[in-house]
């Protein structure tokens, strides 16, 4: 027999009306946040299907807006986070794509920058509070949310990926998945790995201070 996990059932504590359209916007806001690796300045954010239809109503523009600000869904400073964002002259615009077919009808494309860096990311969110990530900076992924996720963003350099892995070897913890993605030879790569184990804050922090890494992210 399967157990579900009474989170499952109910949704995760959060605020705003609905956990597909507000507590899995915050998460994909936060993931491209944390992705950037700094406070974006701007950010276009393109909603698409039912986020598309009734993100105004159903608060899922406040929630990217939240995440950006690396609120997680359970931030009191939630339903503030667009003139929060303002305050501190994030600009973020939202355009609603009811044209172009997606296969999710709860996905989001954002495009965001601090000046210097450029990410974009598209995800989606499933219900109960939990994300998928589809595509980081034009790289194809496919994470499902099941298992903890590291993604790390680096350049493609010999030792790069045998490094992180190494790292987490030192923690006992099983990857169970694991997918590295380049544009180019020596360009810009994208590792995304799943674990069976929770990632602390701990690791999290030793991937990042390894050499050629550029960000990195967790998604849970």
């Known amino acids: 027999m399967n157990y579900r996990s009474v989170f499952d059932i109910i949704g995760p504590v959060m605020v705003g009306p609905s956990s597909s359209h507000t507590a899995g916007a915050a998460k994909i806001g936060r993931v491209a946040r944390k992705l950037l690796g700094t406070v974006p300045i701007e950010a276009a954010v ?102 903890p996720a590291l993604l790390v963003l680096h350049h493609d350099r010999y030792g790069a990926v045998a490094e992180v892995a190494g790292l987490i070897a030192t923690y006992e913890m099983n990857i169970s998945y694991m997918q590295v993605s380049r544009k180019q030879k020596g360009s810009l790569a994208l590792m995304v790995i799943q674990t069976d184990e929770e990632i602390g804050d701990d690791l999290v922090t030793g991937v990042s201070h390894l050499p050629n890494i550029l960000n990195v992210a967790v998604l849970t």
């Open 46 to 147: 393109t909603l698409y299907g039912s986020f598309a239809e009734t993100y105004q109503g159903h608060g899922t523009d406040v929630a990217i807006a939240a995440g950006l600000l690396d609120f997680d869904e359970r931030n009191p400073n939630l339903p503030d986070s667009l003139s929060i964002a303002e305050k501190l002259g994030m600009k973020i615009t939202f355009t609603a794509d009811r044209q172009t077919p997606v296969d999710h009808p709860n996905t989001a494309r954002i495009s965001l920058t601090d000046g210097n860096e450029m990410m974009e990311i598209v995800g989606v969110s499933i219900g109960g509070g939990k994300i998928e990530i589809h595509e980081v900076n034009g790289f194809s992924v496919s994470l499902s949310g099941s298992n």
